[in-house]
């Protein structure tokens, strides 16, 4: 099921399914990313060869970074790239120019000295929870002390004790990208909306969260499987048209065949029923994808094996380019990944795509 982000984990039996084991930090960070670069707050590093993007979690983040995503978080990044900026730093780079330059004027960031900003230098947690905690409206000097920010973060509610003096200097892209996707749910101070709210308010959300989703496997052969997209109990809304842009497993094309709106899953599973006497049933699927593949070659290029019993299976990693389309006709830009082992063959329906 899609939760916090467009990336979809679960490694699937013939019969069952299988989830791999991560680690519940590096899960939560890369949740929080996904939900960050969904509502456009965080960039990554660049696009792998499939096009998704690198976080790079691992990696110490410089001032100007940090000053970067603060600019975000306020939603005034737009504000920031149009306007014309006056600081006396002679060493932020073009591309953060904008950034440091609003921050600046705005009071929210100050440099070394009066001509240096030192923009590459490595932010630490205490720096870090200070911008965030002034685009919560809180003032260091006045509501806490910046070289002690945890405190008041922690008494917010976005960090939860892990920053202190003896883990300042220990901080990475993933802790940016936590630290910034649970300050979402805390209110400014003195405001009664959420500052995710307000956000929103603004424009910015992360719209793959109106329709929430799972997959279900309905068939499984050798160079094919077919998947169904249901829509959760749990959903605001649905897509009226659901249609996969492009899908790769583990870097190997897959031809697409697909069924993209409700209406027509709907009357695809009446035939098949009328038609093969298979009682074929997607209530809640906006659309089924049938993903035809070389096999070996997917297999031969795993990075990665699943582990059962005395066992070893490679991980089929589909990755799926897709484009929604709600209600209101927002399009909404899907990136997802489905990561299988196949020990076996078979299907629930039969081959419904003949």
């Not at 399914?17 to 456009?40: C, I, R």
Request: hydrophobic letters at 35%.
């Amino acid at each position: 099921m899609k939760k916090l982000l467009s990336l979809t984990l679960a490694l699937v039996l013939t019969l069952a399914l299988a989830v791999p084991a991560f680690a519940a930090d590096s899960e939560t960070e890369t949740a929080a990313a996904w939900t960050l670069y969904n509502m456009g707050l965080f960039q990554g590093t660049g696009t792998d060869d499939q096009g998704f993007p690198v976080f790079d979690l691992d990696k110490t983040p410089t001032r100007a970074q940090g000053v970067t995503m603060l600019v975000r978080l306020l939603g005034q990044e737009e504000t920031a790239l149009a306007g014309e900026w006056t600081t006396s730093f002679q060493d932020v780079p073009d591309w953060a120019a904008p950034y440091v330059g609003y921050a600046y004027e705005k009071g929210l960031t100050t440099g070394r000295s009066e001509t240096v900003f030192d923009p590459d230098t490595p932010i630490r947690a205490a720096e870090y929870l200070t911008f965030v905690l002034r685009a919560l409206g809180y003032q260091s000097g006045e509501d806490f002390s910046w070289d002690t920010a945890w405190t008041l973060s922690d008494k917010l509610g976005f960090t939860d004790g892990s920053y202190n003096g003896e883990t300042n200097q220990d901080f990475n892209r993933g802790d940016v990208a936590a630290i910034s996707a649970n300050a979402l749910e805390v209110k400014p101070k003195g405001a009664d909306e959420t500052l995710g709210e307000k956000l929103e308010v603004l424009g910015i959300r992360d719209n793959t969260q109106r329709c929430l989703w799972e997959e279900e496997r309905l068939l499984c052969q050798p160079n094919k499987i077919i998947f169904a997209f249901n829509v959760t109990k749990e959903s605001p809304e649905t897509y009226q048209k659901f249609v996969v842009d492009s899908v790769t497993v583990n870097g190997v094309a897959c031809q697409v065949k697909q069924y993209s709106a409700p209406e027509d899953v709907k009357q695809l599973c009446k035939d098949l029923t009328k038609s093969e006497g298979i009682k074929v049933s997607q209530p809640d699927a906006f659309a089924l994808v049938c993903l035809t593949y070389d096999e070996s070659a997917a297999k031969a290029a795993a990075k990665e094996s699943a582990e059962v019993g005395d066992q070893s299976y490679p991980v089929l990693s589909f990755r799926f380019h897709c484009t929604g389309t709600l209600a209101d006709g927002t399009q909404v830009k899907e990136l997802f990944s489905l990561p299988y082992y196949i020990d076996g063959y078979g299907s629930k329906y039969g081959d419904i795509f003949g």
